[in-house]
């Protein structure tokens, strides 16, 4: 494919979606009418399997009544744990090492409160300063609950270019008075990808644990969890997994961790055939188990079955080599078509640091994601001025892409932005 100037025609994006192996997918989606969406990363579309799974376990309670614990093709009772066994592969790791339950922010609770164990000199937790706020409200209170002093007792590393994170930086801030590291895979607003795999053998080698936030990278990249020895991970489900919004979240803990006292036990934290024995004792599950807490959300959890589907029949590495395809893309035809209309590409540009979107800034972006709407384009707009923009896998195309692009040097050449103010929404 080279960059002739047929490379920027509609024939041309046409031509890829025609050689495209996951092009048959999109029809399982439900997508709008003469819409293009680009917000897979935030809130992931609705699939017709989602939407069948999920009324299949509506019937199931109301065929079985509370025997849909035990009954039915997808017993209530052991749905975190056969889920969890689906997204293994996902995140490479062993089926018993995941479960689907709780949310990011609880599974980031229960794992710092199961894994941070200030001792000695070592009493801190590192994370960085470009996190999602939600990681480092839940890092801060656990430090308040253990005693200790956010401001002194939370590193958090710092960004030269207020964008990406800088591994180095990372590695030198692992000092021995640290307990604890949490950190994300893909960072939410440069989609930034961070090397896992060699902070966690720089985190061992100082004898420090290390989690992963993998929301930004679940279902969008490949993961080897198991073979890089991370401690543990979380994540939601309704981003780039297309599980529903408010969809259950996901934990792994590594089978070295095995054993270890959930921080915040509930009776879901039982081996599984002693829960109902009542007692006062917990018996804790000898796998990830443990770090349930309660009664799992059934229904929000329901349509992760028939989404979680499609993954598993595609295989991560084919949904990464679209999604690569799709960024850069994107990115040529913006360099191409929108030069000189202010736009900042903040992303990595190079495949392995580059997540699942692109991430743009530009001083009118909070009405340009709102002149894009106007026009059926479904962007991400991060306050205060940036848009991300991610293409997905399983349902976009080229000609989205292409689409896209051409709505939005329309939408700057004839200034159409001015129409709307500078101004996020509630829910941006
Ligand atoms: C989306 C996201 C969250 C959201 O947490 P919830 O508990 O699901 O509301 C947290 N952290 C990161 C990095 C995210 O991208």
Not at 215 to 239: M, Q, R, T
Request: glycine share 8%; proline share 4%.
């Amino acid at each position: 494919m080279s960059e002739t100037q047929d490379s920027y025609t509609l024939e041309y994006a046409q031509q890829l979606d025609k050689q495209d192996s996951l092009a048959s997918y999109r029809e399982e989606f439900y997508i709008k009418e003469g819409g293009i969406y680009f917000d897979g990363n935030s809130l992931g579309l609705l699939s017709k399997r989602a939407e069948k799974s999920l009324l299949d376990l509506l019937d199931s309670w109301k065929e079985y009544g509370i025997d849909g614990w035990t009954e039915g093709d997808n017993p209530w009772y052991y749905l975190s744990e056969s889920l969890g066994n689906q997204m293994a592969p996902l995140v490479g790791a062993d089926a018993n090492e995941v479960i689907v339950s709780g949310s990011t922010t609880v599974n980031l609770h229960q794992l710092v409160a199961t894994f941070y164990k200030p001792d000695g000199k070592r009493t801190k937790i590192l994370a960085d300063e470009l996190n999602f706020p939600s990681d480092i409200y839940a890092l801060k209170s656990q430090l308040q609950l253990k005693g200790y002093d956010p401001s002194t007792h939370l590193v958090q590393v710092k960004s030269n270019d207020g964008h990406t994170l800088k591994e180095e930086d990372i590695v030198e801030a692992m000092t021995d008075d640290i307990a604890l590291i949490v950190l994300p895979s893909v960072l939410y607003r440069s989609g930034q990808v961070l090397d896992m795999e060699m902070l966690t053998k720089e985190a061992h080698k100082r004898n420090i644990l290390i989690g992963f936030d993998l929301c930004h990278s679940i279902g969008s990249i490949p993961h080897e969890l198991s073979a890089w020895d991370v401690d543990f991970a979380f994540w939601c489900n309704y981003k780039h997994l297309n599980g529903g919004p408010g969809g259950t979240g996901g934990l792994y803990v590594n089978k070295r961790h095995f054993g270890t006292t959930p921080g915040i036990a509930g009776w879901f934290s039982s081996r599984k055939d002693k829960q109902f024995d009542m007692e006062h004792d917990l018996t804790a599950a000898e796998d990830v188990g443990a770090y349930q807490i309660g009664t799992p959300n059934i229904f929000s959890m329901a349509p992760i079955i028939g989404a979680i589907s499609m993954f598993n029949e595609v295989g991560i590495e084919k949904i990464r080599a679209k999604s690569l395809k799709l960024t850069n893309y994107l990115m040529e035809l913006l360099k191409h078509e929108l030069a000189g209309h202010g736009f900042k590409t903040r992303n990595p540009m190079e495949e392995k640091r580059r997540g699942g979107h692109i991430y743009l800034e530009h001083p009118e972006a909070a009405r340009v994601c709102k002149a894009l709407k106007a026009e059926g384009v479904i962007p991400d707009f991060r306050s205060p001025n940036g848009i991300r923009l991610a293409p997905v896998a399983l349902y976009n195309t080229f000609e989205d892409v292409w689409k896209m692009v051409q709505i939005l040097k329309d939408i700057m050449e004839e200034k159409k932005y001015k129409k709307f103010e500078n101004k996020r929404g509630v829910v941006a």
